[in-house]
């Protein structure tokens, strides 16, 4: 952490998992942030159809919720999509964009990322933009290269100025159990600082940084430890009210 003004993020990715029942879990997770220090912001971001029921049930608490995509166009044609306002119309205030499994699952491309983060902003959400790079490009040595490029096409200059979210997360990593170790975590982080500094003079300190990929209660700390972590995006383990709380937990006292 360490990085200067920005508010560090817990943010729960529940993917493709939960049916109205889990809405218990929102409940306990959000009755448990009261136990904690505030220093940090708290997010799940379950499935579509949970969304509405997840931001009811949270409404009053510290728990902020959010949706995982959103279609670039506010409305329209496109069946089965989900616009940016009508996450916002739920009360909702975070949007994921461009997560790996999107990326690979449906060809989502840096400049596809970059529509749908403009969304975001037109809708008044906070886009959590992600990026990351695969074993195969981090063993040919050219992960800073990828993340870089990814950086570059998937934040759009009207990001100036907006409040946005960068998550690294090594596809390597993600539900796979390996975690990042804190030099190579470290790193890109730094770079993204970096990049994101360049680009955007002066507000590259209030960025939340994010790391992701196999985040757990028990290697929480020494992950938000590292300089220019400023948070965790967490699948597996935001699924379960204790664990998730214990990530928290971590993230406010490595403030
Ligand atoms: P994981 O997922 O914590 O299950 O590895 C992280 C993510 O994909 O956001």
């Not at 934040?155 to 090594?170: D, T």
């Not at 009210?241 to 971590?250: M, V």
Request: glycine fraction near 10%; include cysteine.
């Amino acid at each position: 952490m360490e990085s200067g003004m920005v508010r560090p993020l817990i943010a729960g990715n529940w993917k493709m998992n939960g049916l109205s029942s889990a809405c218990e879990t929102i409940a306990e997770v959000a009755k448990g942030l009261e136990q904690y220090s505030d220093a940090a912001d708290c997010l799940i971001c379950p499935p579509a159809t949970l969304l509405s029921k997840v931001t009811e049930t949270a409404k009053g608490s510290r728990l902020k919720t959010g949706a995982q995509d959103c279609h670039s166009a506010a409305s329209g044609a496109h069946t089965g999509d989900v616009s940016a306002e009508m996450i916002a119309d739920l009360g909702a205030s975070y949007v994921i964009i461009g997560h790996s499994e999107r990326r690979a699952d449906h060809g989502e491309t840096s400049e596809i990322v970059a529509a749908k983060t403009e969304a975001a902003f037109r809708a008044g959400l906070t886009p959590i933009i992600c990026i990351g790079e695969t074993l195969e490009e981090r063993e040919a040595g050219r992960t800073i290269e990828v993340v870089s490029e990814q950086l570059a096409g998937s934040i759009p200059a009207s990001a100036f100025g907006k409040a946005f979210v960068v998550a690294y997360e090594p596809v390597w990593a993600i539900g796979t159990g390996k975690v990042a170790s804190t030099g190579q975590v470290g790193e890109v982080h730094d770079k993204v600082r970096e990049i994101l500094g360049e680009r955007f003079p002066g507000q590259a300190d209030q960025t939340p940084i994010l790391y992701g990929g196999s985040m757990k209660p028990d290697n929480a700390a020494e992950l938000l430890a590292v300089e220019n972590v400023d948070g965790g995006l967490i699948g597996g383990a935001s699924l379960k009210a204790e664990d998730f709380l214990a990530i928290y937990a971590a993230c406010v006292s490595a403030k």
